[in-house]
Every structure is written in C-alpha cells, then in structure tokens.
C-alpha cells in the first residue's frame, strides 16, 4: 500500500517520505541523517565528506539526546553503540559547538554501516527498497565519500524543500515522544490527541505538544492542499487546517459517535481554500484526497497509525484492512444526507 502512495505521484520526493515518514523506527539515526542530507543537498552539492556529514549528524542527534529518548526502550544499548557514546560525549559536544573527536570517530564508523545502509529500505527489511536512490557511499576510512544523487538535489531544491524540512522534524517528534517511557505507552495504546485551539498533536500524559497537525500530516497528502491539491508552500502560502467534513454538521450526526474534530477528519489546505468552502460538504475529490491521505498514515508506524487504527475499530473495521478509510468516509457522508 505504500506503493500506492508512491503511485499517486511517482517521484523522487514521494520515495524520500516513503523512507521519512513511513519506515520503521527503533533509533531516529534516519531523521539526523536525513536532515544532514537536505543540508547538503540543499547547497547544491553532488558529494561530501562522510566527515563533513557526520559532523551535522552527531550534533543533531546530541541535541535531541538532551530532551528526549532516541531508541525504543525495547532497544538495549551496548556499550559501543553509537548511542551510548553520543550520550557520553553530549555535554563536551554542545559545549564546543561541534562533536568531539570521539563522538565524530563514533559516528563515522557508525553511519556507513547502520543508518546510511538501511535509510533506503522499506519497512526495516533488506527486501525493499524505496524507487529512488539518494546516496552512495564511496571510497574508505578517512576518505570515505557520500556521493549526492540528482535524485536528492531535485528533493532538497524542490519548491516543497521547506515541507519536507519541517515534516521531519515533525516525525522526528512524533517518534522520539513515543520512545519516552511512559509517554510513550500512552501514544502507543491510545494514540494521539489534537488540541483544537492550537492545531498541535499533544501527548496526554505530560500534557505537551509534540508536533503541529500540518507538519505531523502534510506528507502524507504529498504536501498538496485538501481542498484544490495544488502544492502548499511552507513560508509562501497561508496554510489552515481543514476540517473536511465541516465542524458544523456535528449537528446532523446526532447520536452517532462519529468524532469531526479527530486527525482523521482534518487536513491542511490553502487558508484562502479553506475560507471559500466554509461550511459546504467536501467534494468527491477532498473525500477521495482524504482516503488517500489516512490509508498513507496507516503505513507509518506508531502513533499516527494507532489513533487512525482506533477510529476504524471504534466504528467496526478491523482497523488492519486496506481499503478501510473509503468504507468509513463513505458511511460518514451517507448518515450527513
Ligand atoms: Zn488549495
């Protein structure tokens, strides 16, 4: 089904958020490394240092370390784990601004044969792979070279680089909250809330916003609004949350436990979209965009996952079918004639 995703639009963007936002996380090595990445690419350049790379890398990693877990707890570190060094070497590293020796060996060692290997792959296995390669890693030791494919320039100078910039941070969000021990039970067994007045996904033991709904979302609908699926410019275009079906026809689903205020009813759109269509009932389009965009949340992993996967079972699916979201938005518009 994330075949299907990369169907919709098939290109090099579409397989950097397969590898972002939809693979499996037990560490967050792949956002540091993805945001080491765009940096470069970013620039314009076609190779870098595995040095130049680490160094981004280590210190983005080291900076999430202060706040919040970057492994499952399922995930005992050993010793010589990349992580059990950056812990280590965290404090000395954002002292001098940038890693120390140690912690810069640590994760050139570290990053040919973990992360940079597997960020190309799908769903944690060697099987698969996203369509698009954005890398290759060259050379040895010392002199080890990242190579910088056309595929990664078109991602990090496309008009969208600002979206994928913030959707990954989102999800680097996301997933660090749902390592945090206790937290992250909660994230995982109850999934996501979404304070309404703000926008912003909250984790509900410790009451914190993790991520903006835009961001935590718009990848998954290909950056493009809900309402005219034209491209949604992050700093460009004026971006609202839209409730698909409107928050006004609440009324009509009396009795019904039907929830309009839930992720899986609101979606980024043009703010100007979003005013002209006020109160009337989507379009057959904005519903098959929303299908589309929910059965795409259903490959990403916990917690996103989870709270859609609540949804389909409070209202009788099975929640682990594709094909689900068209069934129930279907029922939804059926019980608002
Ligand atoms: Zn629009």
Redesign the pocket.
């Known amino acids: 089904m994330s075949v299907e995703f990369f169907r919709e639009e098939p290109t090099a963007r579409s397989s950097w958020r397969l590898a972002v936002l939809m693979g499996v996380n037990v560490r967050t090595y792949k956002f540091a490394v993805g945001e080491a990445l765009l940096g470069a690419a970013g620039e314009g350049r076609t190779d870098i240092l595995l040095s130049e790379l680490a160094e981004p890398y280590a210190m983005s990693l080291v900076e999430h370390l202060a706040h919040a877990p970057q492994a499952s707890s399922k995930t005992a570190a050993g010793e010589l784990d990349f992580l059990t060094v950056a812990q280590q070497e965290a404090a000395e590293s954002v002292r001098q601004g940038s890693p120390t020796e140690k912690l810069l060996a640590a994760a050139m060692k570290s990053m040919p044969a973990m992360v940079m290997q597997k960020f190309h792959n799908l769903r944690g296995s060697g099987a698969s792979e996203v369509p698009h390669r954005f890398y290759e890693v060259t050379g040895a030791g010392q002199k080890r070279v990242v190579r910088l494919t056309e595929h990664l320039r078109a991602v990090a100078l496309s008009e969208q680089r600002e979206n994928l910039q913030t959707e990954l941070v989102a999800r680097w969000s996301i997933v660090e909250t749902s390592f945090a021990a206790g937290v992250g039970r909660s994230l995982i067994e109850e999934g996501i809330e979404v304070d309404l007045e703000t926008f912003r996904i909250t984790d509900k033991a410790r009451r914190r916003s993790v991520a903006g709904v835009t961001d935590a979302v718009i990848g998954f609908q290909h950056g493009r ?1 809900i ?2 699926a ?1 491209p ?1 410019i992050a700093g460009v275009d004026a971006i609202a949350v839209d409730h698909v079906f409107p928050y006004s026809f609440k009324r009509l689903l009396r009795g019904s436990a039907i929830d309009l205020d839930a992720i899986w009813n609101l979606a980024p ?2 703010g ?2 979003n005013g002209q269509k006020s109160n009337q009932p989507p379009t057959e389009g904005q519903l098959t965009r929303l299908a589309l965009r929910n059965e795409a949340i259903m490959q990403s992993p916990h917690p996103l996952k989870k709270t859609l996967q609540l949804i389909l079972k409070r209202h009788g699916y099975t929640g682990g079918r594709v094909g689900e979201w068209w069934d129930f938005i279907q029922t939804v518009r059926n019980e608002l004639r």
């Open positions: 609004c309402i005219c034209e949604l759109a043009h100007a979209c």
